[in-house]
């Protein structure tokens, strides 16, 4: 995700205090992937979202201090030494760099990608499959007409704004499994001017987004990522390519963090019927799958042919034959999903919006 143009430095500056969901929901809006804590404006410790996802997946709770996420032992440079940002965030390999006053105050930040030769991008040569076979029942009338993945968001289709996210990354080979308006799809994307290439693999009965990956027995041979053609997800897909290699992950499941409140006072029985408990809105923090994965090419092997099946039972039978699965937690505000109408449009406010 893009830093926000308008971002001020105090937008970066929170309480150790804060709820590690608020701060989750931050570094959302801010697109920095870094935030300061500060105390009096003092700089104490620094967080993010490597630190946040480390804390979730260690089952700590989400209205825990962010204190608790954070490095207490920031890089940091005397603002009158802000000529020497540049260096050290070459040697240090970070992202951002606070400047601070004689007190530790924060008075700015400097960011790596301010130096274009600070930080490269890095890239990433794995392939990428997109399940694009379905029927797209919940976004009817629009999928009368068109299959789901050409559904327009601005002015480019789903599937493109999806395609843009991994070739930013240097990913530039793309299978799709087609089956509804397949031939749409095709015609499309052969006749797109473009720097990938797509290939596709027909269904020709609807297998499912875990049988549809049997259609490509012997033709993926490496590690590979597999998305859903109706979501967007603003994640450092290096990162996560990093995450499930150093885990030893035969798959990699992203999740978003959901924040709910039940709109009730919930109530709690006893044994015997009588009232234990009552809770008026309680809130509930879970995670929830996005449709996006990491995924080593052995999953495909032990796949049956033209057997249906969802992606969620592949899930388990890699986990319960003893395959390692890893879940790589990102914010609500990360995960931008258009499988129904409402979050069709939802999804258009935020892409379209200036």
């Not at 960011?111 to 379905?134: I, N, Q, R, T």
């Not at 290439?197 to 027909?202: H, P």
């Amino acid at each position: 995700m893009e830093k926000n143009a308008a971002m001020r430095v105090e937008d970066l500056l929170l309480d150790g205090g804060t709820a590690v969901l608020d701060a989750m929901r931050r570094l959302g809006e801010t697109g920095s992937r870094i935030l300061f804590l500060c105390e009096d404006g003092v700089l104490r410790g620094c967080v993010t979202d490597g630190d946040i996802r480390r804390y979730i997946l260690k089952g700590l709770p989400l209205d825990g201090p962010v204190y608790d996420a954070a490095n207490h032992a920031p890089c940091a440079l005397p603002i009158e030494s802000r000529a020497k940002a540049r260096a050290l965030l070459l040697e240090k390999g970070i992202g951002a760099l606070p400047l601070l006053d004689k007190k530790g105050r924060v008075q700015d930040v400097v960011f790596a990608d301010d130096f274009l030769d600070v930080e490269p991008c890095k890239k990433l040569d794995v392939p990428v499959v997109m399940m694009a076979g379905g029927l797209g029942t919940r976004l009817y009338p629009y999928t009368k007409i068109l299959p789901k993945p050409l559904i327009p968001i601005g002015e480019l289709p789903i599937a493109e704004h999806i395609i843009h996210r991994f070739t930013d990354v240097g990913c530039d080979s793309f299978t799709m499994i087609v089956n509804y308006k397949k031939s749409m799809i095709k015609s499309y994307f052969n006749d797109l001017q473009k720097d990938y290439t797509v290939e596709y693999a027909d269904e020709d009965t609807p297998l499912g987004t875990g049988g549809g990956l049997s259609l490509l027995k012997g033709q993926i041979t490496s590690t590979f990522f597999l998305t859903n053609c109706d979501i967007l997800i603003d994640a450092d897909l290096a990162d996560l390519y990093g995450a499930h290699k150093e885990q030893g992950n035969t798959i990699t499941m992203v999740c978003a963090v959901k924040h709910f409140t039940i709109p009730y006072g919930v109530v709690e029985l006893g044994d015997t019927g009588e009232l234990c408990a009552i809770a008026e809105k309680p809130e509930m923090n879970f995670l929830t799958n996005t449709g996006l994965y990491v995924v080593e090419p052995s999953v495909i092997e032990s796949l049956r042919p033209n057997e249906p099946v969802p992606f969620t039972d592949v899930i388990e039978r890699v986990r319960t034959s003893g395959g390692r699965v890893g879940v790589y937690p990102v914010s609500e505000h990360s995960w931008m999903d258009m499988g129904q109408l409402e979050e069709l449009d939802n999804m258009r406010r935020r892409l379209e919006m200036p």
